[in-house]
Every structure is written in C-alpha cells, then in structure tokens.
C-alpha cells in the first residue's frame, strides 16, 4: 500500500512509516558516511546550495532531486540527504513531511493529484473522483496493485478556469470528464 | 518606565517588554499558551489577544496578539473588551476541537495550563461533533511519556527542546491537522533537558514517566523548597512526596541559579530515595558476621562507647550538607575532622576556592552565564559534569548574534524573526578538552590534548592576554594556533567568561583558568571565572577545612587513631581498593552513618540510618559559593534521622554532654555560624523555625489536599496528628498561612485560577525576573582586587608520551558518574557499560583489532578486563575511561597505564588485581 506521507485520513506520518533496523537508527549520522548519494545529486545539490549562505536552506532541492531519481524518498537517502548538508535526520524529516509532494512511502509509477478546492469541488470534483477510485479499484492515498497509479488529493492545481482538473506526473489536465479521465489515464502506462 | 492604559487606568510598566509581559507583571490574567518567560515569544497561539486602541478617542480598536506588541508610552488597551473576550473563546475552542476529553485519566489533569485557559476563557460547552484527529505515540525512553493526541500545536516543545536547548533528534512533522512532535523514530530522546519538556508543556502530551510508576495529582503532593544533590551547581528543586515515597522533583524557580529548568540527571535522580538499599534501621555487626537491625538505644550505646573509648576520627563529605559535617567535626575535633575526598580532589576543591577569592575576576551565576558573550572551555565536559552549566552556555552564544537584532531595532524577545536575522550564528565559543564534548556543536575552535596541554593553553592564553601574565615556554604550533584567536576574540569581547572544573583531576587546569580570567580583567574587561564543582557540597566542605583522606590514613597507620566514624560518604568511591581495605584492617571500629547500602556500609561495625536530603533540612554551597537551604520534604521514616541530629545524640552518647549542643536545625546553624566567620550569613538565608505568618506555619500541603483521613486507615481508624517538624516554619499540613511564603520558604506554585506552574508569574515581580522577596540564597565569597593579578607562576610541562603507556583519564557521564542518581531506576537505565575508549592511530599501534575488543588494562597495581571504544576524536596516548563507574571509582585519574589484549575467557568488567 503506497501512501503519501500526509494521507487525508489525518494520521500523523510517523505512524505509517516503514522502521529502520535498530542498530541503524541508533548510530549517529556522522559515523554513517555518505554511501547513497550519486556524484550527480551531490553536484545538483552542491549548484543549488551556492544561492544561499546556510546549506540547511537546500533541504527540500536536495529531497526533490533525490524523488526525480527514486520516485519516492527513502530513509536510506533521507540520512544521505541529513550527512551531506550537516544536518540530523529529525530536522530533515520534518522538512520532508511538510510538503505534501515529496513523498516518504512508494508510488507507482505515475501520481495522480486530483484537485479538491473549491473550484473543483463546484464542478464535480466528488463525481470524477468516484470515478477515478471504481475505474482503479483503491481510495485516495493507495496505490494500484500494478504499481501503475497512486492516487493523491490536491489542494488546489491553480487550473480553476479549466475546472475540475487533475495533474499526472508534470502534466495538468482540465475541463475533465469521466470520459476524458479514462483517455488520459490510458496514456499512462 | 513607561505608562500604559488599562481599561483607561495608567500603569507603570518597563520599556522594551512586550505587552503580554506587561499585562502578566501587573497581575492582569491573560491567557497564552505559546509564550513561555525564559523561551519567549512566536505569536503561534492566537490565545493572549487584546484590544489596542489608537488614542482616548479610538472606541475600536484593533486586536492585536499581546506576546508579539512591544508595550509603548501612551499605550491604552483593554483586556476585558467583548471583542477580545469573544475571540479568545473562539481560539480556545478551536485548539480544544482535537483535544480529547480525557483530563480524568491524564497525568497533567489539576496542573494544566490548557485546564487553566479554558477555565480563564470561559469555554466551558464544547459544541465540535466530529470524530478527533489520533496519533501513534512514540516511546522517548525512561524519562518523557508521549501523548500526541492531546496535542494543541503550540510548538513549546520544539522551540525548547531545539531552539533553546540545541537538540536535535526533535522535530515538528507533517503538515494541516496532522502535524506531529516527536522524533522521526521511536528512541530515548538524546538531550539532556528532555525532562523540561513535561514542564514546558502547556499540557499532556510530555509527562513524567517517573511520576506514572507511583502516580500522584499535584493537589495530593506533599512538597518543599529543595536544591538538587546531583552536582555542583544548585538547582532549585521542588520535589514532591505522598505516601512516605518521593513521587517527583520539578524545577523550582530562581531567576539567579536554574531559571525555569533542570537536567534529566537532576528531575529523575532522585528515585535513590525510594530505593530498596535505603538503610532504615540502625545495624549492629554480629557474632557471625552479619550486619542486623537493632534497636537505636543499642546503636548509641555501641557508638558512644566506641567514641569515648578509641582514639575517634571523623570522616566527612562533600555531597553532605554544611550542618552535618560541621556537626562530625565537633563530635570528634577539628584536628580529627577529615573532609571525605581524596588527596587529590581535596587539593582540586581548595584550589577552587582559592582562585575564587584571591583573584580579581568575580565567579559567575547560572544566570550570569547566559550574560557573557565569549566562552572558553578548559578541560570541563559541562554536559556531562554540571548540565545545566552547558544549558547556560548555550544561551551565552546567542549574545553576540543578538547584538545584530538589537541594530535592527527587533526586540529579542520576538523569538522567531531574532532566530530568522542570527540563523545559524553562534557567539565564539572555544573547547578544549581532552576528547569530544557534548558541546562542541558550539564551538568555533576546538583543541584536543592531554590535561597537562590544556592546562598550559590556559596559561598561553593568560600570557598572550597580559604580558605580565607568566610565559609558557615550547608551545607548539598547533597550540598556539588555538591560544592566539582565542585571546584575540575573548580581548574583543564584552563579558569573556573562562570555565574549568575539577573533573580531570587537576589543580594545574584550575590554575591556568584562573591565569587566564585574571589576566582579562587585569586588561580592562569584565571578566568571569566558572568552575564546576563535583558534588552538591563540594565548596562547603573546603569551606570546613580538615585533612583529606590520605592524611586520614596516616593517622591510622601510626595508630594516632583506630576508630572510624564515616558520615553519608562511600569511602571506596574515593580512595583505591588497597587503601580502602588497608583503612578498614587499621580500624577497630568502623561506623557508617548513611541512607543507601555501599561498600562502606556493608563493611561498617554499626550503621546508623541517614535522611536523604528529602527528608532533612540543610545548607549546601554551590559551584559559585552561593549557600542554599533546602527543606524537609518528607518527614524520615522512623528510625532515620538526619546526620547532624546522630552526631548530637552522640555527643550525648559517648558522654560529651547531657544533651545534644544542637536540640534543632536553628541551633546547628547558629553554632556553624559563630564558629566560622565565612558562614556568618549562613543563619539569615531563610527565616527561622518560629517563624510565622498571620501566626500560622507554611503548609507544605495544598488546601485541595485529599484522603487525609484515610491515608493510614489500613493501619488504624484514628486520624494521627500530622508529623511536628521542628526545625522548620514548615509544616506536614494543608493547614497554614494564606499569604505568599518568604521566597526561601516557598512550598509550590499556585495561585487561585493558576493550577499548573504557570501561577509562578504570581510569585514574581515581573514575569521572568526575581520573586517577590528576592531570590533565595546568597553568595559567600567574593573576588579581591589586587593591583596586579596574583598570577600562578606554575611551569607546567608538555605532556610526555610514555611507550607503550596511555594517560588513563577520566571521562564523565551524565548518567552513572554521580552515585545518587546512579540508584535511581529511570538513570540506572541509561548508565554506560565499563569501557577503555582509545583513537584509531593508538588502537592499532598497540596491537588493538578494533572495537568491542576485550584487553586488559593495568593501571595502579589493578588489572582491569575492559571493552574497547574507538573515538576518534581521542587525544594521542590517551585512553579514556567512565569516571565514576565500576571498577574506576575510587581511582585518582590521569594516571598511567598499560593495555594488552586480553585472554580468551575470563570475566568481563573488573576483577581485582
């Protein structure tokens, strides 16, 4: 089950979250050593991290270039991410479960955010999410079986002149119908 | 001063406070949650809002959050205006939205500041139908129990534990209705403050896991003002009692010394109390060996004869208080009086007390700490010694970051944006000690090296501060590299404070500290001089003078005496196994007087059942030299009684007298105080037991206090009178004065509407500063200005490597080096394992695989069977070993020793020689 660290369900992150073996999680980050990062998102992080005076200001860039490789951000690479900037795994968590789309449990392979502001709301939000939980058979916050989908609500997409609306991956799409959804959706491998 | 207009009254107020302080110092009951005195203000909880109107003609007015205005001249607002009332119930009403209904079966229920504010508001209906938000909780080790549930998001916790305190295993995750405060995983929280945040919550969510194991409403606790006994600095403690147990021990306010907190070592000590080694009978040694309860008559008469027959020392202590070892040395005569710590300790404690009185540069305050802007750190751990030493420095660094807060005309109080402008700015704080510290997150240069090393960048820096100060000659590069910055920067600064202690076991440490601050005022700055002390008395005790216990020793092996009386000390904690035993062979009595079984007791001919300090009234002289009385909290269990009142019922014993020369405490302190002229203050420290207020004594217990009646019904149906204390203006009752204590007197915080430790801001002349009648305590000493520093001219030589040696040095724990706290169950659990810690480069030069090795380490005639620890950041030819701990108490360290790799099989951990 692929959940976004914030589920609608108001549970708190730590509860769902997968447990590190013990003797990991009792050693302190500086023993640990950078073993996860790749050069390459150590430069990225690196570049990013020359905009600002504190390296601690790069947390949610070096979070976001580690999702654009691994979909998701493991413990593993979240104490990686913790080392290379200096900082405790704590304080980099709870940056990590602040925003809603970096994502600390798997998806599959494309996100589907689906727009619950009022806009949306107006203009058959309800409907179409029904819709998008028969058609892929799980509720919001799950993943598909086939690892294809995970389906997320989204505060809003900022589309409301083409409500309701949704996003895949980088992808918005508007003006959505039941019919439209399922077009898109088979686009999606 | 300013004046300011509360509902159209004028009010004097001081400038530059906000306007929640303000309104709190004049008596005004505003609701808040966020704020806290010594943590300040965020503006997160919406709860203190008040009108503030524009002028005399303005009948609108604006709501404006009280924490986060600064008060100005002129300034009128209304407290009681409908619209702010209106608004607060509303906020209180949404924070109440989540929070379950379950006060019954909380452990803050009757001392809940969320309790207080929603009486204060007036919430009373809750309207919310919906199902409430639910957390996983975690478990945060022996000490914090976590509810998240009961959470209202105020973010005291992480603004404590993080911001103020520096930990960094705490965090807020998450984000909307499910933000969470906790630590990423389950684990025993890694500060050694954690236990404030039970404290510094504004409800359940972090409570005492101590205080669950034999819980107690604080309506039903029985409390006292006390200090804490667990090492030199002298927290204020309030600790709590029902049932003839210790329940509790919170912080007990004083704006000079612990402010608003404690360590973890300091709340969760004092289990000790309640353990099941407490002697509570006194104890004969029989014909076959055996130590067996005896009548107290029968104890007497032995002591008394022993005494009056043998050639009698006494042998004192430094975690006991003044009046007990004054008591000993008048029992047995100065010249036999001895001061309970080793040759080398007692030199160290001396050396303390030396420097803090023939030098020019003031001792520090905790409180004054957190006032100086420049800190050097030579040889003390602080952390793991004096915690809430480290705690003060922390607050130091953020001065000089602040300065650029002040230029930009923020108020320091407003937490957040100062955080924002200083971000990771830390003030110049510079370590050196022998390995890592707990503190080195804050310092700008560190140098590590053996304690003879430290010891001369002391006196380097002293000289590089002030020619005249005596030169260090062959200082190395790397040395001087450090020592240059070092005095440049604390030359540059404000208020440059020097801390060392007593916890590398030398003089020559305290002296270059010493070089160091004096050399800084003799050139001109404010300077401060800080040095931990060990224990609760240490200072105390070489205020009382008297041989240590090598001369001790002597005495014995010359046959000058042959009778032992040993009062609240474990002789083996402080002298080496040999000359442990050699004192007991040379013996032919030995007497124990003491509240928990250790090797001294078990050897003992006679032991007489001690008072923990819960149970005993007392003065202890703290690391600045401030004396400090602590109170009876509890009264003893009936066979124990306080030492000083043993050493009374001897002097009648053993025939000195036909009544003891100290009927009560008021008597012992006179006596201490017409004998020495240092502690000629010693008596006005708090008012005596005729005291009275309104002509009734103080109530250690609340007018809510419950079962009274029944709490002995299992033993008989008759109401017994409560306990007599007459030593004290306090009384074992709920009956008592109306009217606020004298501050030294204070029993507990409430005031009417103000349950939870918040009704301290009613004890207080403005919020965050002194209560009422002034801080209690006072300081015995003070420096002396000399036209020119009276600098040590000590040559220290560079530390020498031997082959094949290591430098053994002691490295402290904030948990298990100090024996009191060590017996309480919660710190027992989080004491180290026995262990030898050398650097990778010497490991592997000695022969040594790695970690977790088993070697032998011969040091001082002992073979000791240890565990390796690989720390890098070791000084070379250094191995460091748990200060404290078994099999290394009672050992003088540095000393040299030999390591080899150990056997195969064998015992693990000890073993003799």
Request: proline share 7%.
């Amino acid at each position: 089950m692929g959940v976004s660290p914030m589920s609608s369900t108001g549970v708190g992150p730590v509860a769902k979250k997968k447990k590190l073996p013990e003797t990991r999680a009792r050693r302190p980050c500086h023993e640990m050593g950078s073993i996860m990062l790749s050069d390459e998102v150590k430069k990225e992080i690196d570049a990013e991290a020359r905009h600002y005076p504190q390296r601690r200001a790069v947390v949610a860039e070096a979070l976001k270039a580690v999702q654009a490789r691994r979909g998701w951000v493991d413990d593993e690479s979240l104490r990686d991410v913790a080392d290379y900037l200096g900082l405790s795994f704590d304080e980099v968590d709870s940056i990590a479960t602040f925003y809603n789309l970096i994502f600390r449990q798997p998806v599959g392979r494309h996100v589907i955010l689906i727009c619950d502001s009022v806009s949306c709301y107006l203009t058959g939000y309800e409907k179409l999410l029904d819709h998008l939980k028969k058609k892929l058979g799980i509720a919001l916050g799950q993943t598909t079986a086939d690892g294809r989908f995970t389906l997320l609500p989204n505060a809003c997409l900022g589309l409301c002149e083409q409500a309701p609306a949704m996003m895949i991956d980088n992808e918005t799409y508007g003006h959505l119908t039941a019919a439209r959804i399922d077009e898109i959706l088979g686009k999606h491998e | 001063m300013l004046t300011i207009y509360i509902h159209n009254e004028p009010y004097r107020v001081k400038a530059g406070i906000n306007l929640l302080e303000a309104c709190l110092s004049l008596g005004f009951n505003v609701p808040y949650f966020c704020w806290h005195p010594a943590i300040k203000s965020v503006g997160a909880c919406r709860q203190c809002a008040v009108k503030v109107f524009k002028g005399p003609e303005d009948t609108r007015g604006t709501l404006l959050m009280s924490c986060v205005v600064p008060v100005a001249d002129g300034m009128r607002i209304s407290i009681d205006d409908p619209e702010a009332v209106h608004f607060r119930a509303r906020v209180i009403e949404w924070l109440m939205l989540n929070h379950p209904h379950d006060c019954p079966v909380c452990d803050e229920g009757g001392e809940c500041h969320l309790q207080d504010m929603t009486v204060m508001t007036g919430h009373v209906q809750r309207r919310t139908r919906f199902p409430k938000r639910t957390h996983v909780n975690q478990d945060l080790g022996p000490f914090v129990a976590h509810e998240m549930n009961r959470c209202i998001q105020c973010y005291r916790c992480q603004r404590f534990y993080c911001d103020y305190a520096g930990g960094r295993d705490f965090g807020v995750f998450g984000w909307h209705d499910g933000v969470y405060f906790g630590r990423a995983q389950s684990g025993t929280l890694q500060s050694e403050f954690a236990g404030n945040l039970v404290e510094v919550c504004p409800t359940g969510v972090f409570t005492d896991k101590s205080l669950a194991q034999h819980y107690t409403r604080k309506w039903d606790l029985t409390t006292g003002p006390s200090i804490c006994v667990h090492c030199g600095l002298g927290c204020n403690t309030i600790p709590g009692a029902r049932y003839g147990q210790l329940r509790r021990v919170y912080s007990r306010f004083n704006s000079q010394v612990n402010g608003y907190f404690l360590c973890d070592r300091g709340r969760y000590g004092y289990e000790f109390v309640n353990s099941d080694r407490r002697i509570l009978q006194p104890r004969l040694r029989q014909e076959d060996g055996s130590l067996a309860p005896v009548a107290k008559a029968q104890a007497l008469a032995f002591v008394g004869q022993a005494l009056q027959r043998g050639k009698a020392i006494g042998i004192g202590s430094p975690r006991a208080s003044l009046e007990t070892n004054f008591a000993l040395r008048k029992l047995v005569g100065a010249e036999h009086y001895f001061q309970g710590e080793s040759a080398q300790k007692s030199a160290i404690s001396e050396a303390i007390l030396d420097c803090l009185q023939r030098g020019p540069t003031p001792t520090v305050s905790l409180h004054e700490v957190e006032t100086c802007d420049a800190v050097l750190l030579l040889g003390e751990d602080v952390l793991n010694t004096a915690p809430m030493l480290g705690l003060a420095i922390r607050q130091a660094s953020r001065n000089q970051p602040l300065e650029e807060v002040a230029r930009l005309n923020v108020p320091f109080w407003l937490d957040l944006v100062a955080r924002l402008i200083t971000q990771d700015q830390i003030g110049p704080i510079f370590i050196a000690a022998t390995g890592a510290t707990r503190l080195d997150g804050l310092a700008r240069q560190i140098y590590r090296a053996a304690p003879d090393d430290l010891a001369r960048i002391g006196l380097a820096i002293a000289h590089l501060v002030d020619p005249t100060a005596p030169e260090v000659s062959r200082l190395p590069d790397d040395a001087f590299s450090f020592a240059h910055p070092v005095a440049e920067v604390l030359k540059a600064a404000k208020r440059p404070l020097i801390v060392s202690g007593p916890s590398l076991g030398s003089v020559e440490l305290i002296h270059a500290a010493a070089n160091a601050a004096w050399a800084l005022t003799r050139a001109g700055k404010d300077a401060r001089l800080c040095y931990a002390a060990e224990s609760c008395n240490s200072l105390g005790a070489a205020m009382l003078g008297g041989g240590d216990l090598t001369a001790a020793l002597e005495l014995l092996r010359s046959g000058q005496a042959d009778t032992v009386l040993i009062v609240e000390n474990d002789l083996r904690r402080h002298m080496p196994e040999n000359d442990f035993e050699e004192l007991l062979s040379l013996a032919r009595c030995v007497i124990a007087v003491d509240h928990l079984e250790q090797a001294t007791t078990q050897r003992a001919h006679c032991v007489l059942p001690a008072a923990t300090f819960a149970e005993a009234e007392g003065t202890l002289i703290n690391n600045e030299g401030r004396a400090q009385r602590f109170y009876k909290v509890l009264p003893p269990p009936a066979a124990v009684q306080e030492s000083w009142r043993w050493m009374g019922e001897l002097w009648v014993a053993s025939g000195r007298g036909e009544a003891s020369p100290w009927p009560n405490f008021d008597a012992i302190v006179a006596a201490l105080a017409s004998e020495f002229a240092i502690f000629k203050d010693v008596p006005a420290l708090a008012p005596p037991a005729s005291f009275r207020q309104v002509g009734q004594k103080i109530g250690r217990q609340p007018h809510r206090y419950s079962g009274r009646t029944a709490e002995t019904a299992d033993q008989t149906v008759f109401e017994p009178p409560p306990p007599e204390d007459a030593d004290s203006a306090l009384a074992f009752s709920m009956e008592g004065t109306p009217l606020e204590p004298p501050s030294a007197l204070i029993p507990r915080y409430w005031a009417p509407g103000w349950n939870s430790l918040a009704a301290l801001n009613k004890f207080q002349i403005e919020v965050g500063g002194p209560l009422h009648d002034g801080d209690p305590g006072q300081r015995l000493i003070a420096p002396k200005p000399y036209p020119q520093s009276p600098y040590f001219k000590d040559f220290v030589s560079p530390f020498a490597r031997r082959p094949q040696q290591f430098l053994v040095v002691p490295h402290h724990h904030i948990y298990g080096s100090e024996p009191l706290s060590a017996a309480s169950a919660p710190v027992a659990s989080l004491c180290p394992k026995p262990y030898i810690a050398l650097n990778g480069a010497d490991a592997a030069a000695a022969g040594i695989a790695g970690a977790d090795q088993e070697v032998v380490l011969s040091l001082a005639g002992a073979s000791l069977r240890l565990s390796v620890i690989l720390d890098s950041t070791l000084a070379a030819s250094l191995a460091a070993v748990p200060a404290g701990i078994a099999p290394f108490e009672g050992l003088d360290l540095p000393a040299w020793g030999t390591i080899a790799a150990a056997p195969a099989g064998g015992q693990r951990g000890g073993g003799g020689s």
